[in-house]
């Protein structure tokens, strides 16, 4: 479990109903001149209960366990009824221990998140059959969402959540939507499962624990010992690269930490950015204008 629950507490907790996200969700129609906003409000709450009332994790989380996440789905194209074209961008964040800060762990962008849904329509999902584009996109984010976070807190603790959404995606091979197959995009929801399951990428995901649990987690007791054990993890990140370059795992890793990193960085000796600099700007060139400031003395 992600920490010490007292018996009293999880009998509580089983007995409520199962709560494991706290899920912003927002519905975007910029482009859709005379949208009905009642149905997109309907959806955008049909889509809140549906991730925020199941139960994702394997264990019983408290109310304060439960992962902070963000759903901005922002639809192109409606045809007036129940097709819609959409991208979403998908967030989670994670505390940090002795702080009010709070981590971001995922921040993906998914441009292929198109769906049918009408009014008052229940969204069902099956572990063992795909029924719908929507509520198997949803609870593939819910999985990945859950595991990501379990990874931060020990090492592979995400394994059963991705496992679960290799499921998903092994069940969506029949969607007639985009985004679930190999051949269609090197960094659809295909590759991300593929990168999460695959054991060349496991140095990827021990890094998060100990970015977070070494790392962050330490810093407000130790500054320079957590700042250590971040710096640590950029070398085991450049070994992946160069075997595995431009891998979606790594781009999202860096999506999500580079502010982070930089900001860790700050106060690290000269010579320890420059460092830092030489290896980020190599392996995540993306942002390599950011990293700029760790030229600074």
Partial sequence: MKYLIFFCLFILTKVVHAQDLNARVQILAPKLANSNNRILDILESSIKDFLNNKRWAIDALLPQE?????F??????????????AEAQIQSNRPVFNSSYSSTLLNISDKDFSF?????QPLDFSEQNYINNLSSLL???AYIITGVDYDTFSK???TPYFERAQTV???AQIAPNSGWKAFENLRNRFWLIENLTNKSFNPIRESLYVYHRNGLDMMAENQAKGRKAVLS????LQKIDKQNQGSILNQIFFT???????????????QEKLKAYTVLSQIDPANSLKYEVLKRP
Wanted: glycine content about 8%; overall charge negative; proline content about 4%.
């Fill in 66 to 70: 439960r992962i902070d996440c963000n």
């Fill in 156 to 158: 592979f603790g995400g």
């Fill in 139 to 141: 609870a593939f984010y």
């Fill in 116 to 120: 049918t849904y009408s009014e008052g």
């Fill in 256 to 270: 999500a930490k580079s502010d982070e990193i930089i900001k860790i960085l700050a106060s690290a000796e000269p």
């Fill in 169 to 171: 995606l092994n069940n």
């Fill in 72 to 85: 901005v789905i922002t639809i192109s194209d409606w045809d007036g009824a129940s097709n819609f074209k």
């Fill in 233 to 236: 993890v950029i070398p085991e």
